[in-house]
């Protein structure tokens, strides 16, 4: 079942239906996930967002149609299939969700402090005859391989990726890190009170005709990154290489950028990356040169990026450049500076110099909301601009008091807001290249205003922080 909602009561409903209270066991929010995908019917972003209490959680999906404009101020939305099935008992659910080469989205759901045998594995498949970018949910099977070792069932604040081998092969889902909250862990104390993962999980189909069946094992064991939660993984572009038997073979790295542990934040100075079909770990440094660095947030340099959690990135088309936004550190009151923020990919991984952090200007910074925002999600549209919607703003602070503020004081993200990697501004409006109304009517392209507001800075307790990734 759907909804289509229109637009002149969009404001309103998103905060109704949309931003209630975060859910989650001891974790104070749940991320949104929002994916791009195209169908022989146009061109949706997807959206899922999860809503009300631990007690009657449940996990909206959201499309928008960008096949043509798409305005800020008054963005149309369809609500399909309001809640969706993947809810465990009255708990609610640690979910993965990735999407692949085809569009299909897939869902590795189950309690962190309960048996892999209790976990899903959810598939959505959109229909090419749907309008409103509505499909298909179907439950798979999953169960531990038999030769693999102990697998945990998925974590809250990890993240995750789907690859495939080949280009005849179905996708495994792959899933790293997380926290998984003590039973005694509450809402002052959630940071410190869970167990930390290093474990990457892989689900991969079962035999070469099943598609309906996944075995659970874990793999790339051998000098992972340390234990962390609240990152990002980014997959990078693939090369391919055809096999003796013709088929396209596919390579391809995925970055970890960002998280937490228990009590610190991950330097940005140095990233992890994982490589398919390898299944190794390494690790790159990247350039902070253009400002010491000082962990203190009462004296925070401007020119620094700052550790984090909570933040997207996001690959540029061309593959040389990661747009990283958003996120907060010390506590979810305090956003992490800059908010945006752009890392050049060295050349052996699509860049063409070092690995280098990029901070702009202060304007080139700034979105409508508060100080920041965190929980959030975010996807390229064709054309090269991020598309940024759900999650939680972080209010502008004020004085050295406001970092003590409680995080239930951030407030429910309303907006959607668009980036231009090209121009490097906030935009209000977007055409999409591929749409044949964008090629009859040219004269807007060039009407959309910045969208732009101040960002404080929030001022508090030191913040520890690794200095990098051990291996």
């Given at each position: 079942m759907h909804r289509a909602v229109g637009a002149p009561v969009v404001p309103t409903l998103l905060v109704l239906l949309l931003f209630a209270s975060p859910a989650s066991t001891a974790v104070p929010y749940t991320p949104s996930q929002l994916f791009y995908s195209s169908t022989s019917n146009g061109s949706f972003a997807y959206l899922l967002?999860?809503?009300?209490?631990?007690?009657?959680?449940?996990?909206?999906?959201?499309?928008?149609?960008?096949?043509?404009?798409?305005?800020?101020t008054s963005p149309s939305y369809n609500i399909l299939m309001d809640p969706l099935p993947f809810q465990l008992d009255s708990q609610s659910p640690a979910f993965v969700p990735v999407i692949d080469q085809h569009g299909v989205i897939k869902m590795y759901v189950g309690d962190c402090q309960k048996a892999l045998d209790q976990g899903e594995l959810w598939q959505f498949t959109p229909d090419n005859n749907s309008s409103i970018g509505d499909g298909a949910w179907?439950?798979?099977?999953?169960?531990?391989?038999?030769?693999?070792?102990?697998?945990?069932?998925?974590?809250?604040?990890?993240?995750?990726?789907?690859?495939?081998?080949?280009?005849?092969?179905?996708?495994?889902?792959?899933?790293?890190?997380?926290?998984?909250?003590?039973?005694?862990?509450?809402?002052?104390?959630?940071?410190?009170?869970?167990n930390y993962s290093q474990s990457m999980v892989v689900l991969e189909p079962s035999g070469s005709r099943r598609t309906d069946a996944y075995d659970a094992s874990t793999t790339g064991n051998r000098a992972p990154p340390i234990a962390e939660a609240g990152f990002t993984v980014t997959p990078l572009q693939a090369t391919y290489a055809y096999s003796s038997s013709g088929e396209v073979r596919q390579q391809q790295d995925f970055l970890l950028i960002g998280g937490q542990t228990q009590d610190a934040f991950i330097n940005m100075s140095q990233l992890a990356v994982f490589s398919l079909p390898q299944n190794s770990w390494s690790f790159v440094?990247?350039?902070?040169?253009?400002?010491?660095?000082?962990?203190?947030?009462?004296?925070r340099d401007v020119a620094t990026v700052e550790?984090?959690?909570?933040?997207?990135?996001?690959?540029?088309?061309?593959?040389?450049?990661?747009?990283?936004?958003?996120?907060?550190?010390?506590?979810?009151?305090?956003?992490?500076?800059?908010?945006?923020?752009?890392?050049?990919?060295?050349?052996t991984y699509g860049g063409s110099g070092d690995w280098t952090w990029r901070v702009l200007s202060t304007g080139d910074t700034e979105t409508t909301g508060g100080s920041g925002l965190y929980g959030h999600g975010a996807t390229m549209l064709p054309g090269g601009v991020m598309m940024v919607a759900g999650g939680y703003t972080i209010p502008q602070s004020s004085s050295s008091s406001s970092s003590k503020r409680s995080a239930k004081q951030s407030q429910p993200n309303s907006q959607v807001y668009l980036y231009n990697i090209t121009s490097e501004e906030w935009v209000s409006t977007y055409r999409n290249p591929d749409s044949i109304a964008s090629q009859q009517d040219s004269s807007h392209s060039g009407s959309s205003k910045t969208w732009k507001t101040g960002v404080g800075v929030g001022v508090g307790l030191g913040i520890p922080v690794i200095a990098g990734l051990s291996i």
């Amino acid at each position: 079942m759907h909804r289509a909602v229109g637009a002149p009561v969009v404001p309103t409903l998103l905060v109704l239906l949309l931003f209630a209270s975060p859910a989650s066991t001891a974790v104070p929010y749940t991320p949104s996930q929002l994916f791009y995908s195209s169908t022989s019917n146009g061109s949706f972003a997807y959206l899922l967002q999860s809503t009300g209490t631990s007690q009657d959680a449940s996990t909206e999906f959201i499309t928008w149609d960008i096949s043509g404009d798409v305005d800020t101020t008054s963005p149309s939305y369809n609500i399909l299939m309001d809640p969706l099935p993947f809810q465990l008992d009255s708990q609610s659910p640690a979910f993965v969700p990735v999407i692949d080469q085809h569009g299909v989205i897939k869902m590795y759901v189950g309690d962190c402090q309960k048996a892999l045998d209790q976990g899903e594995l959810w598939q959505f498949t959109p229909d090419n005859n749907s309008s409103i970018g509505d499909g298909a949910w179907e439950k798979l099977s999953v169960k531990e391989s038999e030769s693999s070792d102990s697998v945990d069932a998925p974590n809250y604040l990890s993240a995750g990726f789907a690859y495939a081998s080949t280009n005849t092969s179905d996708s495994s889902v792959y899933a790293f890190g997380g926290m998984c909250p003590f039973s005694n862990a509450s809402e002052t104390n959630w940071m410190g009170g869970a167990n930390y993962s290093q474990s990457m999980v892989v689900l991969e189909p079962s035999g070469s005709r099943r598609t309906d069946a996944y075995d659970a094992s874990t793999t790339g064991n051998r000098a992972p990154p340390i234990a962390e939660a609240g990152f990002t993984v980014t997959p990078l572009q693939a090369t391919y290489a055809y096999s003796s038997s013709g088929e396209v073979r596919q390579q391809q790295d995925f970055l970890l950028i960002g998280g937490q542990t228990q009590d610190a934040f991950i330097n940005m100075s140095q990233l992890a990356v994982f490589s398919l079909p390898q299944n190794s770990w390494s690790f790159v440094t990247v350039d902070i040169t253009s400002a010491s660095y000082k962990t203190e947030l009462a004296v925070r340099d401007v020119a620094t990026v700052e550790p984090r959690s909570g933040h997207t990135a996001v690959l540029s088309p061309d593959g040389s450049k990661v747009i990283v936004y958003g996120g907060w550190v010390g506590n979810t009151s305090i956003a992490a500076q800059p908010q945006l923020v752009i890392l050049e990919l060295g050349e052996t991984y699509g860049g063409s110099g070092d690995w280098t952090w990029r901070v702009l200007s202060t304007g080139d910074t700034e979105t409508t909301g508060g100080s920041g925002l965190y929980g959030h999600g975010a996807t390229m549209l064709p054309g090269g601009v991020m598309m940024v919607a759900g999650g939680y703003t972080i209010p502008q602070s004020s004085s050295s008091s406001s970092s003590k503020r409680s995080a239930k004081q951030s407030q429910p993200n309303s907006q959607v807001y668009l980036y231009n990697i090209t121009s490097e501004e906030w935009v209000s409006t977007y055409r999409n290249p591929d749409s044949i109304a964008s090629q009859q009517d040219s004269s807007h392209s060039g009407s959309s205003k910045t969208w732009k507001t101040g960002v404080g800075v929030g001022v508090g307790l030191g913040i520890p922080v690794i200095a990098g990734l051990s291996i």
